[in-house]
């Protein structure tokens, strides 16, 4: 069936380093995505989102890639803080159907 | 604005117990939700509501109910709680409906809930 996943569950960078987490989605229909930032013991925290019609979007300190011929979505994170410690996901979209979301990587920060 | 909020923050109950899960937002939002969140899962959608008056089944919607109370709550009831539904529960809300051109869905605290 169609699924939202991650390539790997856990990420340990090093303080000032870039990150890079990525997402397999395996439904062509989906058009819509977003990551999401989950600190330990509380909600999921809205990040950034892009279209099917973009490949790439950026805001503060983080980016978005969509690769579509692959199904592959991917969030970096610029000079990681220890802040950016958390649990991210992503979620996919298509037209009107549920969002569906990933189990999500868990990124730790090194100082 | 507060944003999305839940209460209670944490709840314990046993088998058979009842609760609602209460859910308001103050970002003029038409839809809402409610998610589970269960450890190595991505969340699963359970109940939504596109606008005031309306819900929908998700995912996983077997052993609750939800009312769309007005346009700023949403609540969920377990009518007799199992522990298989041991949980952390999130609501959100989103411009979705009304001819608004955004899914960006946003979450509260969240709720955790045992059942002993």
């Known amino acids: 069936g169609e699924s939202v996943g991650l390539h790997l569950p856990t990420l340990s960078v090093q303080e000032g380093d870039n990150s890079i987490i990525n997402c397999a989605y395996s439904?062509?229909?989906?058009?819509?995505f977003i990551w999401y930032k989950q600190e330990s013991g509380k909600g999921p925290q809205f990040i950034i989102d892009i279209r099917s019609n973009m490949d790439k979007r950026q805001g503060q300190r983080v980016t978005v890639l969509l690769n579509k011929t692959v199904k592959h979505l991917s969030l970096q994170i610029a000079a990681t803080q220890p802040g950016d410690s958390a649990v991210y996901f992503c979620a996919e979209k298509a037209g009107n159907n549920d969002m569906r979301f990933g189990a999500g990587t868990r990124l730790t920060v090194k100082p | 604005n507060a944003g999305v909020t839940q209460t209670p923050k944490f709840q314990v109950l046993k088998t058979g117990q009842s609760m609602t899960l209460q859910c308001a937002q103050d970002?003029?939002?038409?839809?809402m939700y409610w998610y589970r969140q269960d450890p190595g899962m991505g969340l699963r959608l359970i109940y939504y509501?596109?606008?005031?008056?309306?819900?929908d089944k998700g995912e996983v919607p077997n052993g609750y109910n939800v009312s769309r109370l007005n346009k700023r709550e949403f609540s969920l009831r377990l009518e007799s709680a199992a522990p298989s539904q041991t949980s952390v529960y999130f609501c959100?809300?989103?411009?979705?409906?009304?001819?608004?051109?955004?899914?960006?869905?946003?979450f509260g605290p969240g709720t955790r809930l045992t059942v002993l």
């Open positions: 439904n062509s229909a989906s058009d819509y």
């Open positions: 970002m003029n939002h038409n839809s």
């Open positions: 959100a809300s989103s411009e979705a409906g009304g001819g608004a051109d955004t899914d960006t869905q946003y």
């Open positions: 509501s596109a606008s005031e008056g309306t819900t």
